[in-house]
């Protein structure tokens, strides 16, 4: 009888103690009421409030659901690291029909993904193109930072999205920093003249501190489309364009023709790259690459392939399309 009459007591406290941190759980995580709040109404110090909210988070009665209209762009960055070596994507909502804004707000994540990898006394490094001149036009840094910004390619001249020592240069002032630039053009007339400009001391010292950079800031070029950017770098190579195509090149990156699996192409403007190559970037923390539209899902593809990234900021159709591609690929192997 003593024996029952201890174990109902028992089992009161423990219900007892069960209500009170029942209580305190809702007051506090329901209705939003201070802690110290919770101590006055229940007469219980402001330490028992919140030991007992401390004993409901360890027996499990806490359970907190964040939801976020934006669920299913985080599930596809969710299976885009999961299918690929990436370790970090975003995904922006595409605005159907109008590239530009779509690009303007990949161009603005990619911006805020800069600014919380960085630190002071980085060296940025940064391609040419219009995801670049995205990424810089929509940059708001709350403070300047110590830092340098390089040119992973030559330049070309007189053309606003695909001049890299103008975008790099705009970069460094957004940010407060400054630049090293690269003086010579993207393509050499030879082989020889290549190797002879990538020896200059400017030239050498600048692709130095791109190979040392701990922030890569890279474009992924299609080659399908004459408009491509490819073609703006080099004019000339736009009548080899169905002949690439036919060859199974369908990507530019670092200004370097890509094949479907990720190699660099075998073919000779390649050779005349005064840039480094796609692999020298492996040194690099963060490898940001940015694009946008349907033209890129087989250049991403390709650059991925090739394990040259390891951050993608993509617009959601895109990143879709490269999944769908990626499910084909590892269907057909």
Do not use: W
């Not at 029952?4 to 209580?23: C, K, P, V, W, Y």
């Not at 940064?126 to 990424?135: C, D, E, L, N, R």
């Not at 036009?137 to 007189?158: A, H, K, M, W, Y």
């Not at 480094?276 to 940015?290: D, T, Y």
């Amino acid at each position: 009888m003593l024996k029952r009459l201890g174990e109902e007591m028992t089992d009161n406290s423990e219900f007892e103690s069960a209500r009170q941190i029942h209580t305190v759980l809702v007051m506090h995580f329901l209705e939003g009421l201070k802690q110290s709040d919770i101590a006055e109404m229940l007469n219980l110090s402001t330490s028992k409030v919140n030991r007992l909210i401390a004993q409901g988070r360890k027996q499990g009665m806490v359970r907190i659901e964040i939801e976020s209209p934006f669920q299913r762009l985080m599930e596809i960055e969710r299976l885009l690291v999961k299918a690929t070596r990436l370790t970090n994507a975003i995904v922006t909502p595409t605005i159907s029909g109008n590239l530009d804004t779509t690009l303007k707000q990949v161009g603005r994540a990619a911006a805020n993904q800069l600014l919380e990898s960085l630190r002071d006394g980085d060296v940025i490094a940064i391609t040419g193109g219009k995801a670049m001149s995205a990424v810089v036009d929509n940059l708001e840094p709350e403070r300047s930072f110590d830092i340098t910004v390089v040119p992973l390619t030559g330049g070309v001249q007189g053309k606003y999205h695909t001049d890299v020592n103008h975008l790099a240069s705009r970069l460094a002032e957004r940010l407060g920093g400054q630049t090293h630039l690269m003086h010579a053009p993207l393509f050499a007339e030879s082989v020889e003249q290549r190797d002879m400009l990538m020896d200059l001391p400017s030239v050498k010292e600048t692709l130095h501190l791109a190979r040392q950079a701990a922030i890569a800031l890279v474009g992924v070029g299609s080659i399908q489309t004459a408009g491509s950017s490819y073609y703006d770098l080099h004019p000339d190579s736009t009548a080899d364009r169905e002949k690439l195509i036919r060859s199974g090149v369908v990507a530019e990156f670092l200004a370097h023709l890509i094949n479907e699996s990720g190699a660099i192409a075998n073919y000779s403007l390649n050779s005349r790259l005064v840039a480094l190559a796609p692999g020298e970037l492996s040194n690099c923390r963060k490898v940001i690459g940015v694009a946008a539209g349907s033209d890129k899902v087989l250049p991403i593809r390709a650059v991925l392939n090739g394990g040259f990234l390891n951050s993608l900021v993509v617009d959601e159709e895109t990143a879709s399309q490269v999944l769908q591609a990626m499910e084909g690929q590892t269907h057909v192997a």
